[in-house]
């Protein structure tokens, strides 16, 4: 069993819980959470901050895929990575999060730039 497939369902149970939940930006960890800016189709409405989480949590207890990557702030650490499109009409939602300290941190929720 890979380590992600071990992190997993701590992740999950992390995600669920609002009190174990991150997505603050500072120096020590770097974060791009801009969930107003990608449209949800079930609302027609921007994601609210509930709905960003609520989202990553499905994708977490699904078999959706995440990538490991390593990041450079801070050195050293992990991360899991993933892309996700709401509609095929949609652009894709970047998706990176971070178990630190016992705590998940979600350091990036916006459209990919990559693909653009």
Known sequence: MDEWSKLRPEIVK???D???RYN???PSLPCDWAPGT???PESDMPFTEAGAWGLICDLLAGSHPFTQVNLRVPPGCKAYETTHRLRPNLPLIYIKIQ???GKVYCRSFHNDLRTQ
């Open 24 to 26: 603050t930006h500072s």
């Open 18 to 20: 609002p009190r174990n």
């Open 99 to 101: 178990l630190y300290k």
């Open 38 to 40: 990608i449209l949800n």
């Open 14 to 16: 992390l995600s669920r």
